[in-house]
């Protein structure tokens, strides 16, 4: 391990090739302190990310899963040190930037985005589309002048598919799915080797989900970016993603490639997620074993001991209130999992 | 509906190039003929709709303009004493008649109206400004400014204001200048307060997350995202204020620590008000400027009202 | 489980010719417009679109709770059990809503009063309806109710109020309200939609428990296919404020007739099956103050592709020759066998359910 840099390198800015590692995480926590209203005493800890280790691969998708408040929105924001990150590095090209000052990490921006799930929160509604997507090109003085700019914003609105006449418009002025398409040009604006999805389709319709997804695909095999996509929705990640983490209760409970989460899963907890999908087929009803799980999942303040998912868990042993199990390849699997009792449970699909 | 307005079509219709092969255009119909819509637009719109406010703004364009037409509107000198003619009830010569000291009545009226608007927009504004720039100050600095910021406010609200202007107008001594900068130094906690609260909740936004992903400054997402923001709920809060100073300037008039005699003001004609026997048989000399204050107020009000509602964030655009 | 009968005799509610209107600041908004169906005693029937087809509208107008005066409803009738729930005076109305008609919203935080127990609650759902129910014997059914839908520990949960529950609990608890005082008919309105997917699991069990045990109606609104696809019995699916397409659960997903559906499926990422792409549907959702003319769908249609009649013809919605009951509103339905051919050639799947019986 090397000392942290005080500055990033020039050479973050070159182009990887395909498959050369992009993002390295090692065990990253983010804790929140828990304040009483009046007297601003800590009350506790929220463990809101807690100890979570990832790589991303240039070109690759990453996806991370899990319900609500498991802390994938959290870590996904500590990686572009949106937030302060209590402990762990996150290294980007080899240069760790987890110490580095707000003006140091200022290049990073350039090669690391966020497309935000709120298609209508995420832009200034008091902003013209164009300059919306001219902004990150402001900030960091690039795209020359402002003749220059303008050819890159018209660039970039086409590159999302949408006509660049209408750069001149402002934000309200249109359906939720071409707003998600504004933002993903603004976080493209910069050439970025690497997009974080935190949920970018979760909030669109139905029948709009898909081009975004299209989209997304496209972009992708264009631009060869990066993707760690933020996700509760299980089909959504199985289509897009190469790799995928399970997250729960800020740690990540099984990870594995695309067909080893979905294929053969060995994590209590990653079976009844998976179980727990509704299917568009009613031909398959009563095909699968819906796993139930008992209860609510637990607060983050104050997590279980040992296994966290044990409260729920069918399979609970009594080691596993004991014992904490590792992120590990239990042999056998050829895949991470952090249970003490994992089996391979084979889905038709 | 015609065949060139079909969809297909106009996907085809990029100007450069077309769309970038392998990725889905967005292929919505999209009527160019309609007017962008820039949010002041939107709101002008549904101002206009709100009757009484539109009527208030009329009421008040109206009245700007009789203030700075008021050397040619103004049938006499509204300062010329002319002893012989004291409280002279209305007539050809004094269309509304005439004070204590023989002074037309309808003149000192179109010239007090110099003295109200100045008060009402010049304290309203340096309010707001103070408000404003100390409100966005603790908004997005947050910690111990704000804290100490907002303690600051608390002390100016729980005090009772009138008593304190009134003491301090006494010492500096009256003048127009004196009462804008009174006004104004009680008046800003309130703007002050209504920034910090808008500046906290678009801080909340997303786009300012997305603002300080692509590396934006605070100070930069402070101009460019936050102040810009505050600016409609401002604009209420000033519409507000400067009522409230026009009254203030009124009622400090009226206890004589308003503008210097001979200067005409609202306030300082209703001075003579105190008497009983005025109040009885001579409603010539109080009900004019009575009447315009509380028409001018409530004209204000009102268009306060209107923006707020043309401005209300929580409304659809 | 899966039985698949074409529901014969009475329906239980037959809305006829239904169409619904807002006023706002940009012009009238067309929510429904002209909708005809019925409902079955017994039946789970699942009505499926995007925000803006007029689901959630069509529910409000049968219910009477419209926000008026911008809303306005108008129509020929809305059976229900020989009434016509349109010209109901509103005093029999609110006799019916809550105790033969109930609904369960998305978010049960705002359905619950906050500062009233849910316990409280429930049992004044119950007396509101019968007043000689005394409050000791409200008290004990509403807590019989709360264990029913598998509220643990149901006499403490009685005194606790809405925030002391999690979503799924609050879910539970607002099930056991609309079952309080045995409807014939429960509107389920997205109710799992705020959930994650592990607690909507459980919420849906004791939904569908709850159904088979009461064997009240249901009408289950969802933007979910794949909801629709495990819960329903019979589909209804809309689009722009009219119904595009209708039939039991099977023929809708095994033989859609309406290019909008399968267009639905075709645009689906799964969990179930591996297809190569996914084939979007172009275009946004229509406005409704200005819906297109003809076919609502057919800008975004590509069984239409261009044709005239698709914009100039509005077309009724037509039952198809078959065993079962299918309807749909599309000019070329005739063509939907080669269209899915063609969609599946492009997903290296078919996306159609297999089972047709």
Partial sequence: MTAAPRSLSEDIHTRPSLGEELLRVEGLKVHFPVRSTILRRQLGVVKAVDGIDLTLAAGETIGLVGESGCGKTTAGQAILRLIEPTAGRVVFRGSDITSLSGRAIRPLRREMQI??????????????????????????????????????????????????ELGSRFPHEFSGGQRQRIGIARALALNPQLLILDEPISALDVSIQAQIINLLEGLQAELSLAYLLIAHDLAVVKHIC?????????????????????????????????????????????????????????????????????????????????????????????????????????RSS | MTDDLRPDEQATDHVDGGPVPGIPPDQSEWDDSLPIQSPWRIAWRRFKRHRLAFGGLIFVIILVAIAILAPILAPQDPNVVDVSASRNPPSADHLLGTDSAGRDVLSRLIFGSRVSLTVGVAAALSAAGLGTLLGLLAGVAGGWIDAIIMRVVDVFLSFPSLMLILLLVAVLGPSVVTIIVVIAFFEWPTACRIVRQMALSIKEQDFVLAARATGSSRWRIMRKHVAPGVLSPLTVVATLLSAGAILLEAALSFLGLGVKQPQASWGGMLEEAQSLTILKEMPWLWIPPGAIIALTVLAINFIGDGLRDALDPRQQM | MDSQTTPTGEPLLSVRNLSTTFSTETGLVQAVRNVSWELYPGEILGVVGESGSGKSVTMASIMGVVPKPAGKVSGDSVMFEGRDLLKLPPREMRKIRGREITMIFQDPMTAFNPVKTIGHQIAEAIRVHDRRVSRKAARARSIELLASVGVPSPEARYSQFPHEYSGGMRQRAMIAMAIANGPKLIIADEPTTALDVTIQAQ???????????????????????????????????????????????FSVFGNPQHPYTLGLLASLPRID???????????????????????????????SRGRSECWTAEPPLVQI????DHTTACHFFTEMDTEAGRVSAMLGVDVRSKAES
């Avoid at chain 1, 087929?281 to 001991?305: A, C, T, Y």
């Fill in chain 3, 203 to 249: 919420v849906l069990d004791v939904l569908k428990l709850i159904q088979a045990e009461t064997g009240a109606a249901t009408i289950l609104i969802t933007h979910d296919l794949g909801l629709i696809s495990e819960m329903s019995d019979r589909v209804l699916v809309m689009y722009a404020g009219k119904v595009v397409e209708s039939s039991d659960v």
């Fill in chain 1, 115 to 164: 497309v935000l799930q709120d298609p209508f929160s995420s832009l200034d509604p008091r902003m013209t589309v164009r300059s919306i997507i001219a902004e990150p090109l402001l900030v960091h003085g690039l795209g020359g002048n402002s003749r220059g700019r303008r050819r890159r914003v018209d660039e970039l609105l086409e590159l999302v598919g949408l006509r660049s």
């Fill in chain 3, 321 to 324: 020759a078959g065993p079962t």
């Fill in chain 1, 242 to 346: 190469d790799r995928v983490a399970v997250m729960y209760l800020g740690k990540i409970v099984e990870a594995g490639t695309r067909d080893e989460i979905y294929e053969t899963p060995t994590h209590p907890y990653t079976q009844a997620l998976l179980s727990a999908v509704p299917i568009p087929d009613p031909s398959k009803r009563g095909d699968k074993q819906r796993i139930l799980l008992e209860g609510d999942v637990p607060s983050p303040q104050d997590p279980p001991s040992g296994c966290r998912f044990r409260t729920r868990c069918w399979k609970a042993q009594p080691e596993c209130s004991t014992e904490v199990p590792e992120l590990a390849d239990r042999g056998e699997h050829g895949h991470l999992n952090a249970c003490l009792f994992p089996e391979m449970v084979e």
């Fill in chain 3, 273 to 303: 099956t591996r297809l190569d792409s996914l084939l979007s549907i172009p275009g946004q959702p229509p406005s409704l103050t200005s819906p297109p003319p003809g076919c609502a769908f057919h800008p975004r249609c590509e069984l």
